[in-house]
Protein backbone atom coordinates (compact mmCIF):
# COMPACT_ATOMS: atom_id res chain seq x y z
CA UNK A 1 0.00 0.00 0.00
CA UNK A 2 1.39 3.36 -0.50
CA UNK A 3 2.23 5.56 1.93
CA UNK A 4 2.55 9.14 3.39
CA UNK A 5 5.65 9.86 2.25
CA UNK A 6 4.65 7.74 -1.44
CA UNK A 7 4.15 11.14 -2.33
CA UNK A 8 6.94 13.39 -1.61
CA UNK A 9 9.02 15.03 -4.29
CA UNK A 10 12.25 13.57 -3.21
CA UNK A 11 13.46 14.66 -7.06
CA UNK A 12 13.02 18.02 -6.64
CA UNK A 13 14.15 17.82 -2.67
CA UNK A 14 17.35 16.91 -4.18
CA UNK A 15 17.67 19.44 -6.24
CA UNK A 16 17.11 22.11 -3.92
CA UNK A 17 19.97 20.52 -1.44
CA UNK A 18 22.42 20.31 -4.76
CA UNK A 19 21.19 24.04 -5.67
CA UNK A 20 21.83 25.17 -2.16
CA UNK A 21 25.31 23.68 -1.87
CA UNK A 22 26.72 25.97 -4.75
CA UNK A 23 24.17 28.73 -4.92
CA UNK A 24 23.04 31.58 -5.12
CA UNK A 25 19.41 30.97 -4.92
CA UNK A 26 16.96 34.10 -5.47
CA UNK A 27 14.05 33.29 -3.23
CA UNK A 28 10.76 35.43 -3.52
CA UNK A 29 9.91 37.93 -1.16
CA UNK A 30 7.27 38.45 1.54
CA UNK A 31 3.14 37.50 0.94
CA UNK A 32 2.06 38.93 4.09
CA UNK A 33 2.93 42.65 3.42
CA UNK A 34 2.08 42.16 -0.25
CA UNK A 35 -1.37 41.56 0.84
CA UNK A 36 -1.84 44.01 3.65
CA UNK A 37 -1.36 46.34 1.17
CA UNK A 38 -4.33 45.29 -1.16
CA UNK A 39 -7.62 47.35 -0.29
CA UNK A 40 -9.15 46.75 2.59
CA UNK A 41 -7.65 43.82 3.84
CA UNK A 42 -5.40 44.66 6.48
CA UNK A 43 -7.21 42.69 8.65
CA UNK A 44 -7.56 39.74 7.23
CA UNK A 45 -5.16 36.90 7.76
CA UNK A 46 -2.94 36.23 5.42
CA UNK A 47 -3.88 32.39 5.57
CA UNK A 48 -7.74 33.25 4.63
CA UNK A 49 -6.53 34.14 1.31
CA UNK A 50 -5.07 30.49 0.34
CA UNK A 51 -8.93 29.88 0.50
CA UNK A 52 -10.81 33.17 -0.09
CA UNK A 53 -8.43 34.60 -3.41
CA UNK A 54 -5.96 31.93 -4.88
CA UNK A 55 -5.97 33.59 -7.84
CA UNK A 56 -4.12 37.12 -6.33
CA UNK A 57 -1.70 34.65 -4.63
CA UNK A 58 -1.08 32.81 -7.65
CA UNK A 59 -0.32 36.23 -9.22
CA UNK A 60 1.95 37.50 -6.62
CA UNK A 61 3.85 34.29 -7.33
CA UNK A 62 4.18 35.03 -10.62
CA UNK A 63 5.43 38.41 -10.03
CA UNK A 64 8.16 36.89 -7.99
CA UNK A 65 8.75 34.17 -10.61
CA UNK A 66 9.42 36.77 -13.37
CA UNK A 67 11.11 39.17 -11.01
CA UNK A 68 14.00 36.29 -11.21
CA UNK A 69 13.31 34.26 -7.57
CA UNK A 70 14.91 31.35 -8.25
CA UNK A 71 12.54 29.73 -5.33
CA UNK A 72 9.39 29.88 -4.54
CA UNK A 73 7.74 30.05 -0.67
CA UNK A 74 4.37 28.93 0.32
CA UNK A 75 1.60 31.46 2.09
CA UNK A 76 1.36 29.12 5.14
CA UNK A 77 3.23 30.84 7.42
CA UNK A 78 0.29 30.80 9.97
CA UNK A 79 -1.58 28.48 8.49
CA UNK A 80 -0.83 25.88 10.91
CA UNK A 81 -4.17 24.33 12.77
CA UNK A 82 -3.77 26.47 15.93
CA UNK A 83 -3.00 29.59 14.42
CA UNK A 84 -5.73 29.00 12.13
CA UNK A 85 -7.84 28.40 15.73
CA UNK A 86 -6.81 31.76 16.76
CA UNK A 87 -7.42 33.56 13.59
CA UNK A 88 -10.88 32.45 12.90
CA UNK A 89 -10.63 30.23 9.93
CA UNK A 90 -12.38 27.63 9.97
CA UNK A 91 -10.96 25.55 6.84
CA UNK A 92 -9.30 22.88 7.98
CA UNK A 93 -5.73 22.77 7.91
CA UNK A 94 -5.15 20.25 5.34
CA UNK A 95 -7.18 22.14 2.38
CA UNK A 96 -5.64 25.63 3.76
CA UNK A 97 -1.93 24.53 3.09
CA UNK A 98 -2.83 22.63 0.35
CA UNK A 99 -4.16 25.30 -1.37
CA UNK A 100 -1.20 27.58 -0.36
CA UNK A 101 0.86 25.27 -2.11
CA UNK A 102 -0.65 24.83 -5.42
CA UNK A 103 -1.07 28.86 -5.51
CA UNK A 104 2.83 28.72 -5.29
CA UNK A 105 3.77 25.00 -7.12
CA UNK A 106 1.13 26.11 -10.16
CA UNK A 107 2.06 29.88 -10.77
CA UNK A 108 4.27 28.83 -13.40
CA UNK A 109 1.24 28.61 -15.78
CA UNK A 110 0.73 32.12 -15.46
CA UNK A 111 4.08 32.74 -16.42
CA UNK A 112 4.90 30.32 -18.94
CA UNK A 113 8.17 29.78 -17.30
CA UNK A 114 9.37 26.67 -15.94
CA UNK A 115 8.27 25.30 -12.37
CA UNK A 116 10.51 26.78 -9.53
CA UNK A 117 11.28 25.06 -6.31
CA UNK A 118 8.98 25.72 -3.50
CA UNK A 119 9.64 25.42 -0.21
CA UNK A 120 6.58 25.24 2.27
CA UNK A 121 6.48 28.34 5.35
CA UNK A 122 6.01 27.22 8.62
CA UNK A 123 6.06 29.85 11.15
CA UNK A 124 5.65 29.31 15.70
CA UNK A 125 2.27 28.27 16.00
CA UNK A 126 1.77 29.99 19.49
CA UNK A 127 1.61 27.10 21.91
CA UNK A 128 4.21 27.98 24.80
CA UNK A 129 5.25 24.57 26.60
CA UNK A 130 7.37 24.34 29.80
CA UNK A 131 9.07 20.54 30.63
CA UNK A 132 7.41 18.74 33.21
CA UNK A 133 10.62 17.68 34.41
CA UNK A 134 14.53 18.57 33.75
CA UNK A 135 15.42 16.55 30.06
CA UNK A 136 11.84 15.04 29.65
CA UNK A 137 9.93 16.80 26.99
CA UNK A 138 7.89 14.33 26.48
CA UNK A 139 6.04 14.48 29.93
CA UNK A 140 4.40 17.88 28.94
CA UNK A 141 1.25 17.77 27.27
CA UNK A 142 1.74 21.47 25.80
CA UNK A 143 4.81 20.08 23.94
CA UNK A 144 3.48 17.01 22.42
CA UNK A 145 0.27 19.68 21.03
CA UNK A 146 3.13 21.99 19.93
CA UNK A 147 5.09 18.93 18.24
CA UNK A 148 2.21 17.71 17.04
CA UNK A 149 1.06 20.80 15.00
CA UNK A 150 4.22 21.03 13.63
CA UNK A 151 4.07 17.67 12.49
CA UNK A 152 0.77 17.81 10.83
CA UNK A 153 1.54 21.26 8.95
CA UNK A 154 4.69 19.62 7.34
CA UNK A 155 3.31 16.60 6.24
CA UNK A 156 0.06 17.99 4.03
CA UNK A 157 3.28 20.29 2.84
CA UNK A 158 5.12 17.79 2.00
CA UNK A 159 2.37 15.60 0.63
CA UNK A 160 1.42 19.09 -1.75
CA UNK A 161 4.79 19.00 -3.32
CA UNK A 162 7.21 21.35 -1.67
CA UNK A 163 10.76 20.44 -1.97
CA UNK A 164 11.21 21.10 1.46
CA UNK A 165 9.87 23.39 5.02
CA UNK A 166 10.92 26.37 5.54
CA UNK A 167 11.11 27.04 9.57
CA UNK A 168 10.88 31.25 9.64
CA UNK A 169 11.15 33.74 11.77
CA UNK A 170 11.51 31.59 15.18
CA UNK A 171 12.85 33.51 18.44
CA UNK A 172 14.00 31.34 20.57
CA UNK A 173 15.69 28.01 20.90
CA UNK A 174 13.06 26.82 23.21
CA UNK A 175 9.77 27.72 20.63
CA UNK A 176 12.26 26.27 17.67
CA UNK A 177 12.77 22.38 19.59
CA UNK A 178 8.94 21.23 18.65
CA UNK A 179 9.06 22.69 15.66
CA UNK A 180 12.53 21.09 14.16
CA UNK A 181 11.18 18.06 15.57
CA UNK A 182 7.94 17.55 14.07
CA UNK A 183 8.63 18.50 10.81
CA UNK A 184 11.96 16.50 10.61
CA UNK A 185 9.73 13.44 11.70
CA UNK A 186 7.08 14.19 9.09
CA UNK A 187 10.00 15.01 6.69
CA UNK A 188 11.14 11.40 6.30
CA UNK A 189 14.47 12.35 4.76
CA UNK A 190 13.18 15.33 2.65
CA UNK A 191 15.00 19.16 4.05
CA UNK A 192 13.76 21.15 6.88
CA UNK A 193 15.61 24.64 6.84
CA UNK A 194 15.63 26.81 9.61
CA UNK A 195 15.36 30.84 9.87
CA UNK A 196 15.71 32.98 12.96
CA UNK A 197 14.85 36.62 13.68
CA UNK A 198 17.66 38.57 15.48
CA UNK A 199 18.43 42.12 16.58
CA UNK A 200 21.26 44.32 15.35
CA UNK A 201 23.33 42.23 17.84
CA UNK A 202 22.80 39.22 16.03
CA UNK A 203 21.16 37.49 19.18
CA UNK A 204 17.76 35.97 18.97
CA UNK A 205 14.52 38.07 19.43
CA UNK A 206 13.04 35.85 22.04
CA UNK A 207 16.12 34.89 23.99
CA UNK A 208 19.12 36.55 23.07
CA UNK A 209 20.62 33.32 21.83
CA UNK A 210 23.63 34.78 19.75
CA UNK A 211 23.22 33.54 16.21
CA UNK A 212 26.27 30.82 16.68
CA UNK A 213 24.26 28.94 19.01
CA UNK A 214 21.30 29.03 17.36
CA UNK A 215 22.72 27.75 13.97
CA UNK A 216 24.84 24.90 16.08
CA UNK A 217 21.71 24.04 18.11
CA UNK A 218 19.71 23.85 14.70
CA UNK A 219 21.97 21.60 12.72
CA UNK A 220 22.23 19.47 16.18
CA UNK A 221 18.67 18.63 15.41
CA UNK A 222 18.61 18.19 12.40
CA UNK A 223 18.27 20.73 10.14
CA UNK A 224 19.67 21.24 6.65
CA UNK A 225 20.34 24.91 6.33
CA UNK A 226 20.02 27.49 8.54
CA UNK A 227 19.27 31.98 7.95
CA UNK A 228 17.94 35.05 9.16
CA UNK A 229 14.74 36.82 8.11
CA UNK A 230 12.75 39.69 9.01
CA UNK A 231 16.04 41.46 10.49
CA UNK A 232 17.37 44.63 9.38
CA UNK A 233 20.07 44.72 6.61
CA UNK A 234 22.96 45.48 8.93
CA UNK A 235 21.91 42.54 11.41
CA UNK A 236 21.60 40.30 7.81
CA UNK A 237 25.21 41.64 6.73
CA UNK A 238 26.97 40.98 10.07
CA UNK A 239 25.37 37.75 10.53
CA UNK A 240 26.22 35.98 7.29
CA UNK A 241 29.95 35.43 7.99
CA UNK A 242 28.86 34.33 11.66
CA UNK A 243 26.89 31.81 10.65
CA UNK A 244 29.33 30.50 7.93
CA UNK A 245 31.64 30.35 10.74
CA UNK A 246 29.67 28.57 12.94
CA UNK A 247 28.04 25.51 10.55
CA UNK A 248 28.64 23.97 7.92
CA UNK A 249 25.20 24.29 6.36
CA UNK A 250 23.83 26.59 3.49
CA UNK A 251 22.72 30.02 4.49
CA UNK A 252 19.98 32.25 4.24
CA UNK A 253 19.01 35.68 4.65
CA UNK A 254 16.12 37.20 4.40
CA UNK A 255 16.26 40.58 5.76
CA UNK A 256 12.71 43.28 6.33
CA UNK A 257 12.47 46.59 5.09
CA UNK A 258 12.10 48.29 8.65
CA UNK A 259 9.22 49.75 10.65
CA UNK A 260 6.35 50.38 8.69
CA UNK A 261 4.59 53.98 8.51
CA UNK A 262 0.88 53.83 9.23
CA UNK A 263 -1.59 56.16 7.70
CA UNK A 264 -4.74 57.85 8.66
CA UNK A 265 -6.47 53.95 8.15
CA UNK A 266 -3.94 52.09 10.63
CA UNK A 267 -2.70 50.35 7.54
CA UNK A 268 1.06 49.95 7.26
CA UNK A 269 3.13 50.79 4.87
CA UNK A 270 6.66 50.49 4.22
CA UNK A 271 10.00 52.43 2.55
CA UNK A 272 11.88 49.85 1.17
CA UNK A 273 15.36 50.56 0.09
CA UNK A 274 15.42 48.89 -3.20
CA UNK A 275 19.12 49.96 -4.08
CA UNK A 276 20.64 49.17 -0.48
CA UNK A 277 19.51 45.35 -0.77
CA UNK A 278 20.89 44.99 -3.82
CA UNK A 279 23.95 46.30 -2.84
CA UNK A 280 24.02 43.90 0.50
CA UNK A 281 23.21 40.91 -1.85
CA UNK A 282 26.07 40.81 -3.36
CA UNK A 283 28.11 40.79 -0.07
CA UNK A 284 26.00 37.91 1.52
CA UNK A 285 27.01 36.46 -1.51
CA UNK A 286 30.78 36.78 -1.40
CA UNK A 287 30.12 36.15 2.49
CA UNK A 288 29.11 32.49 1.44
CA UNK A 289 25.24 33.08 1.53
CA UNK A 290 23.52 31.03 -0.74
CA UNK A 291 19.88 31.89 -0.66
CA UNK A 292 19.73 35.57 -1.01
CA UNK A 293 15.85 37.41 -0.44
CA UNK A 294 13.84 39.76 1.29
CA UNK A 295 10.68 39.73 3.88
CA UNK A 296 8.32 41.82 5.51
CA UNK A 297 7.84 44.99 3.44
CA UNK A 298 9.65 44.69 0.47
CA UNK A 299 8.42 43.71 -2.76
CA UNK A 300 9.14 41.84 -6.51
CA UNK A 301 10.92 45.07 -7.36
CA UNK A 302 13.53 44.26 -5.00
CA UNK A 303 14.05 40.60 -5.63
CA UNK A 304 14.37 42.16 -9.44
CA UNK A 305 17.06 44.30 -8.06
CA UNK A 306 18.85 41.74 -6.42
CA UNK A 307 18.31 38.89 -9.04
CA UNK A 308 20.20 41.48 -11.16
CA UNK A 309 22.92 42.59 -8.82
CA UNK A 310 23.83 38.77 -8.38
CA UNK A 311 23.93 38.25 -12.45
CA UNK A 312 26.35 41.33 -12.54
Not at 129 to 142: L, M
Not at 191 to 210: K, N, Q, T
Request: aromatic share 6%; hydrophobic share 40%; with cysteine.
Amino acid sequence: PMTTQDYYNRDEARELLDSLAVGPLVVQGPMGSLLIDEAGTADVPSAFWNIAEPQTLARMHALYQMAGADVLVTNTFQASAPCLKRDGILQDYRSVNRAGADCALTCSRITGMPAKLVLGSVGPCGIAWEEAQEGKKTESPEYERARKAYFDQATILFESGVAGVLLETFCSLHDLEPAVAGSVEAAHGMPVLASFAIDDACRLLGDAASIERACEFARDLGVRAVGVNCCSVQAATQAVPRMVGAVDLPVMVRPNAGAPAMDEGGCPHWEEDVEGVARASTRWVSDGARLVGTCCGFTPVATCAISGALQG
